[in-house]
């Protein structure tokens, strides 16, 4: 049984193929090759812009709080305010504005 499956392809498999296999100097990529290649490198630096791009608009609105998180406050101010120095002064119940902000208890930070 299995010479009969193989009979059809040993026929393929014998030398009286009519499309030989063509010598080295007549097989060529092509200007069509080229042209493929060309749209792919195209199309992947086309797609890692658009990366980029939604990246930097997912970092904006992260930072503006639309995906439930609370707003991240911007570098600049968040560093640039002056460490605290010393202790607060008060009365004993507890110091009259809020750690080194001088917002009045009780207001909301920003």
């Known amino acids: 049984m299995a010479t009969a499956l193989l009979a059809p392809l040993l026929r393929l498999a014998d030398g009286n193929n009519p499309d030989p296999v063509p010598a080295d100097n ?3 990529a092509g200007g069509t090759a080229l042209l493929v290649f060309a749209f792919l490198a195209l199309a992947v630096v086309f797609l ?4 980029v791009k939604q990246l930097r608009k997912t970092q904006a609105n992260r930072e503006a709080g639309v ?5 991240a406050a911007p570098e600049d101010e968040a560093t640039s305010s ?3 120095t010393g202790p607060t002064t008060g009365p004993a119940t507890g ?4 750690p080194a902000t001088g917002t009045p208890p009780g207001a909301a930070p920003r």
């Open 48 to 51: 890692a812009f658009s990366f």
């Open 26 to 28: 007549d097989v060529v």
């Open 82 to 84: 002056p460490p605290a």
């Open 95 to 98: 110091p009259t504005t809020g």
């Open 67 to 71: 995906f439930g998180d609370e707003p």
